[in-house]
């Protein structure tokens, strides 16, 4: 990737991000309803680490090395917060109704680097910023039937996932993307097994396969991201999140026979149009 321009090479690994990410949670909504969401999150972290063991081994006890420990494990918790409000929003609601609601993560970054990284919010930026979560409420109708507790779950997901990239964005400058992963993959993993151990079930033989293959898409996915924002700043790759409608839309209607309504069709254009206007005046300021 040698002369290739950096905010070239984050909006590929976003890109592939995209891909990942979408092909595990479609993979997560095929297993059994018995699978616990402990399990899921527990099993794709622990299949995550065995995929990434061989960088383990080879960075040893330095790879751990950093500046920051406490923020480092303040992210991670973040992070295994976000994958399982992430996992149990996908489970119980359509693809493409999950999807629109997790593009609203940009929205809750926008905030959050307001409040940590003291970054200016202007007033249109704070208009994009409603409209984005207009477009929420235009998707679930409150007005018209009771909001399912999923969809509360997964803009929780979107405000853990937003302390996150800006613990990895600020992780980022002195860390390197090995010692981020290592830190991820080892401590969500010990967390998510001691809790796991309450609601084990051992997953049958087709679950147990799914169960890996979302534990590599699913470290493959945060590698994406995480290289990503080593090379561009998220307001320039919050864009390229929208690419993951073009897979939930065909995917949600082929596999899952969910047909998007006029309401969530609305409802997304309104997401994907704050969330780009807001990405436009972030590049322009």
Not at 79 to 87: D, P
Not at 118 to 132: H, L, N, P, Q, T
Not at 138 to 160: D, K, Q
Not at 223 to 238: C, H, N
Request: charge should be positive.
């Amino acid at each position: 990737m040698a002369g290739l321009p950096p905010k070239l090479i984050g909006a590929g690994f976003m890109l592939l991000w995209a891909i990942s990410i979408s092909t595990a949670m479609t993979l997560a909504k095929h297993l059994s309803p018995d699978v616990h969401n402990l399990v899921v999150m527990f099993m794709r972290f622990f299949f995550g680490l065995l995929f990434f063991s061989p960088f383990v081994v080879r960075a040893g006890i330095k790879g751990f090395h950093t500046s920051r420990p406490l923020l480092q494990m303040i992210r991670v918790v973040c992070s295994c917060a976000a994958v399982g409000c992430t996992y149990y929003a996908y489970r119980h609601l359509p693809l493409a109704l999950a999807t629109s609601i997790g593009m609203t993560g940009p929205l809750f970054t926008t905030l959050l680097a307001m409040l940590i990284l003291k970054d200016k919010v202007s007033f249109s930026k704070w208009a994009c910023i409603f409209v984005g979560y207009l477009g929420v409420l235009v998707m679930v109708r409150p007005h018209e039937l009771e909001v399912n507790l999923a969809v509360w779950i997964e803009l929780l997901a979107n405000l853990f996932a937003a302390f996150s990239i800006i613990g990895v964005k600020v992780l980022s400058r002195t860390d390197s993307v090995l010692t981020i992963m290592l830190y991820t993959n080892t401590v969500t993993t010990l967390l998510t097994g001691l809790l796991v151990y309450w609601v084990w079930l051992t997953p049958s033989l087709h679950d147990f396969l799914l169960l890996i293959a979302i534990g590599g898409f699913g470290v493959f996915s945060q590698f994406s991201a995480t290289s990503a924002l080593k090379y561009a700043d998220p307001s320039y790759l919050a864009p390229f999140e929208y690419t993951r409608m073009c897979f939930a839309i065909p995917v949600g209607y082929f596999l899952f026979a969910e047909l998007p309504t006029l309401w969530m069709l609305a409802g997304t254009l309104m997401i994907i149009g704050a969330t780009y206007a807001l990405t436009r005046l972030e590049l322009n300021s």
